[in-house]
């Protein structure tokens, strides 16, 4: 028999419950490629770097995501623009030093993450997804997702950009094991 809607009084509607924080990873980086997709279906062409809007580069969208000016020898690629939530998980100041190479910026940790990220996008026509785990220095872990989509300056394969949006969180081992487990239903009695 169908199930049948009935009116929901006021008190018992359900509140939007927060996202988790594997959530809101995986909304990061998927919410850049949705948005890198819808842009280049509006453009009719593959996005480039003159085209991205930098007034709209300050609001929350932007929060976690990245332009990287990518060289041909990864290490000296430097960071051109990231926001304020990226800065705050990699432990970067406000405003990016284009002087100084990417790999000097970053905690050592993600250091082969973003390059491998870099490396992915320029050999890739499509968006690069990358989750995994690194170990922090205090011996706990620390789970990621992130996403690079290359983006052109010209048809030069030499010289190019990488947009992306990163997000992190450290593994509490005790609630993700107790949340991995399968739940236990009793037996029915026949």
């Known amino acids: 028999?169908?199930?049948?809607?009935?009116?929901?009084?006021?008190?018992?509607?359900?509140?939007?419950?927060?996202?988790?924080?594997?959530?809101?990873?995986?909304?990061?980086?998927?919410?850049?490629?949705?948005?890198?997709?819808?842009?280049?279906?509006?453009?009719?062409?593959?996005?480039?770097?003159?085209?991205?809007?930098?007034s709209a580069m300050t609001g929350p969208r932007w929060?976690?995501?990245?332009?990287?000016?990518?060289?041909?020898?990864?290490?000296?690629?430097?960071?051109?623009?990231?926001?304020p939530g990226f800065a705050s998980l990699m432990e970067l100041p406000e405003?990016?030093?284009?002087?100084?190479?990417?790999v000097a910026q970053l905690p050592a940790r993600y250091v082969p993450v973003l390059s491998r990220g870099c490396i992915a996008s320029a050999l890739s026509s499509g968006a690069v997804r990358m989750q995994g785990t690194v170990e922090r220095e205090d011996?706990?872990?620390?789970?990621?997702?992130?996403?690079?989509?290359?983006?052109?300056?010209?048809?030069?394969?030499?010289?190019?950009?990488?947009i992306g949006a990163f997000n992190c969180r450290v593994a509490d081992s005790r609630i993700e094991s107790l949340s991995a487990r399968p739940s236990r239903r009793p037996k029915r009695s026949r």
């Not at 405003?95 to 990417?102: A, E, F, G, R, W």
């Open 95 to 102: 405003t990016p030093d284009q002087s100084v190479p990417l």
């Open 63 to 83: 929060a976690y995501r990245f332009i990287i000016g990518v060289t041909p020898i990864v290490e000296d690629s430097s960071l051109l623009f990231y926001g």
């Open 139 to 162: 011996g706990r872990e620390e789970r990621y997702r992130a996403a690079f989509i290359r983006l052109s300056l010209d048809a030069n394969p030499q010289r190019h950009f990488a």
């Open 1 to 54: 028999m169908p199930k049948v809607n009935l009116p929901v009084a006021a008190d018992e509607i359900r509140r939007p419950q927060r996202l988790s924080a594997a959530a809101r990873e995986r909304r990061v980086s998927e919410q850049l490629i949705t948005d890198w997709e819808r842009e280049t279906r509006r453009l009719g062409h593959a996005l480039a770097l003159m085209t991205l809007d930098v």
